[in-house]
């Protein structure tokens, strides 16, 4: 098992940039997919982005291609999701996620250890 924590949310004014990471526990950090949801209020868990086990692959929703890059570093367990020009739409909570697969997924179901989350609030 992993234990997953997010930090780095906040709030930041629209056009600003934030940077998320997920420290994760366990010796096991890059046996995992690594992915990035959102939830927004009255909203279902979104995909955000997603990153391949040794890092070679990466995928993004098409809400923040361009604006978002995630990252990882097996050495430190850590996973990063740069984002840049926020909008006020990407106001959630972010979640890391880790799965116990090769393959990058987009559903929520696929993964299967989360974090609690980190409340990322961008004003217009």
């Known amino acids: 098992q992993v234990q997953l924590v997010e930090s780095g949310g906040g709030l930041v004014q629209a056009g600003g940039s934030l940077r998320l990471s997920c420290a994760a526990s366990g010796r096991t950090f890059a046996s995992y997919t690594m992915g990035w949801f959102r939830q927004a209020p009255g909203k279902e868990r979104e995909f955000v982005a997603a990153?391949?086990?040794?890092?070679?692959?990466?995928y993004y929703a098409d809400s923040v291609k361009g604006r978002a890059t995630i990252s990882r570093d097996n050495a430190k367990n850590t996973v990063y999701l740069q984002m840049n020009s926020l909008k006020p739409e990407d106001t959630a909570v972010y979640y890391c996620a880790a799965a116990n697969s090769a393959y990058i997924g987009i559903n929520p179901a696929e993964y299967d250890y989360w974090g609690q989350g980190t409340q990322v609030t961008v004003s217009s």
């Open positions: 990153i391949s086990r040794n890092g070679a692959r990466t």
